[in-house]
């Protein structure tokens, strides 16, 4: 027999082990997937049409809330011990008339007037107090920014969203119950 000859059999003993190996994997399904970690929190919207996604990265937390009519509410929870470090809103809204953060330790209220240069007014409510304005100095205060997705930031927002940092000291007082509500008074 001539070396050429010998080849399709010295090929087929040289790959019959590998053959043999391949044959032997367990199947894929067999292992078990990585578990997917839970959400850092959940937020529960109260009327048809409005929606909220949340995207998290580490301990920083950003819900984006649509509003089919401009007014709504939403409901986020997370465990008191699994506290985000920092949470903020996406308001998806043309104008924010009014814009309610409600705890049962503290709540503040917040709005962005209609005209340049779009001012934010707040407040706050501390558990058997009045409610008093607060100035950004305050650990109450809500940061509040005009994003637009395009153009200048301007009200009524035509694209983008109104950007709000969650004060720390909110989400403390919270315990793992936060309640948002918004009136658009573009609806």
Not at 91 to 102: A, F, I, S, T, W
């Amino acid at each position: 027999m001539t070396m050429l000859a010998k080849l399709p059999v010295l090929a087929t003993i040289l790959c019959l082990p590998l053959l043999l190996l391949s044959a032997c994997r367990p199947p894929v399904a067999r292992f078990p997937m990585p578990a997917q970690a839970p959400p850092p929190l959940t937020a529960t919207t109260s009327a048809a049409g409005d929606s909220a996604t949340i995207a998290a990265s580490g301990g920083d937390v950003v819900v984006t809330v649509a509003s089919a009519t401009g007014i709504g509410a939403l409901d986020l929870t997370w465990l008191p011990d699994a506290a985000p470090t920092a949470l903020t809103l996406h308001m998806q809204l043309h104008g924010l008339e009014e814009l309610r953060l409600e705890s049962t330790a503290a709540n503040v209220t917040a709005s962005v007037l209609s005209r340049p240069p779009y001012a934010v007014i707040e407040a706050a409510t501390l558990a058997g107090q009045p409610a008093a304005p607060i100035t950004p100095d305050s650990p109450y205060w809500a940061a509040i920014t005009i994003e637009p997705a395009t153009g200048a930031a301007a009200v009524p927002l035509a694209d983008g969203h109104f950007a709000v940092q969650i004060p720390t000291q909110l989400i403390t007082d919270a315990q793992g119950q936060l309640t948002v509500r918004w009136i658009d008074f573009y609806r």
